[in-house]
């Protein structure tokens, strides 16, 4: 055989060899999307109710004819296609919730350019303000964390419990510990669920019997407006209850009233505040409610530690019932009347 057709029947081999390996590639590759096709576009969300416990999640996922998956969350969404409304667990403290609150806001499934968020969830409460099962529209969150401190052992006279005396925050950070929120809103909700009934429960009455001596701390549970101190630790006691009701005085120029403490809500807010800088939400829409699960100090003549460490038993429950039932109203008004309050912030001007 002359070296010529050896020569031309490797070069056919080979060639027939190469066409099998790219027909058997192309059979095992995954098809790809025909080029005309779009992604689907993202769904309008009317409300966002946010929780931060399972406990405060339980009434709100009932009423939820689906759940979505949330890789990006601690817990699936609930979600009601006929009213527009999401439910996120953020998960407990100020760094979960502004994680979450920017993940979901940034999720391509979702629009929520024009959602209003509802902040639901339990809190402490200040005796001087309100009792156990109190529900608190907030319109102005402060958060704690930042600040200065020093062992009190070392710290000068004037430095109650290691804090200095109140100093404005430098040029530039207000931003990051002060967030007044739209009170125009927060007053509508207030004047819409004020005289919502909240059960008084044998648990309640036994939380409240000690603070006797406090007249808003001993009435049964009510509606309310305050404000919020946030941060990250759970604090408890009467001198950091004295304290903080003071801050929020000095921060608002004597025009905030410190009623519920919280962990969640400037991390949810923070996040609202960027979003919203590039079109993703609107912080001017953000509620937030917090409705008391125990005292934020001890009843007279009690232990501090004691105080803090007993268990909420009935009173959290009835705490989150508070939650479901009061913002439950703002919801579902939020969404019955979406042809007015898609473009039309509600407001009471006080």
């Not at 979600?79 to 920017?102: C, E, M, Q, S």
């Not at 600040?147 to 950070?173: C, I, L, S």
């Not at 800088?277 to 917090?290: C, S």
């Not at 008004?333 to 006080?350: C, E, F, I, Q």
């Amino acid at each position: 055989m002359s070296s010529l057709v050896v020569r031309t029947r490797r070069t056919l081999l080979a060639a027939a060899l190469a066409g099998m390996a790219a027909t058997s590639a192309l059979a095992q590759a995954p098809a790809s999307a025909p080029a005309s096709a779009s992604a689907a576009a993202p769904i309008p969300i009317r409300v966002v109710v946010v929780t931060a416990y399972a406990l405060e999640d339980k009434a709100w996922m009932a009423r939820a004819p689906r759940t979505l998956e949330f890789p990006n969350g601690v817990a699936p969404l609930g979600y009601d296609p006929d009213k527009g409304v999401l439910i996120v667990r953020t998960g407990v403290g100020t760094n979960h919730a502004a994680i979450t609150t920017f993940a979901l806001a940034t999720d391509p499934r979702f629009d929520l350019s024009k959602a209003y968020w509802v902040i639901a969830a339990i809190a402490g409460v200040n005796p001087d303000e309100a009792s156990p099962g109190s529900a608190a529209w907030i319109g102005n969150v402060i958060d704690v964390d930042f600040g200065k401190w020093v062992d009190p052992r070392e710290a000068p006279a004037n430095w109650t419990g290691g804090y200095p005396p109140f100093e404005p925050p430098r040029p530039g950070r207000s931003d990051s510990v002060y967030y007044p929120l739209n009170i125009g809103l927060r007053d509508w909700a207030y004047d819409l669920t004020k005289a919502t009934p909240l059960p008084d429960t044998e648990a309640l009455r036994k939380a409240r019997a000690p603070f006797s001596s406090y007249p808003n701390g001993y009435k049964p549970p009510f509606v309310l407006t305050g404000d919020e101190i946030s941060g990250q630790s759970y604090w408890h006691g009467a001198m950091l209850t004295k304290r903080y009701a003071k801050l929020a005085s000095d921060y608002s120029g004597g025009k905030s009233r410190f009623v519920m403490t919280a962990m969640e809500d400037t991390g949810v807010a923070n996040a609202l505040r960027r979003l919203t800088t590039v079109g993703k939400a609107d912080y001017n829409r953000l509620l937030v409610l917090r409705t008391a699960s125990n005292y934020s100090q001890q009843a007279p003549g009690e232990n501090a530690v004691d105080s803090m460490n007993r268990p909420y038993a009935g009173v959290g429950d009835a705490a989150a019932y508070a939650a479901h039932a009061v913002a439950g109203k703002v919801v579902d008004t939020l969404t019955a009347n979406w042809s007015v309050y898609r473009d039309t912030v509600p407001s009471v001007a006080r």
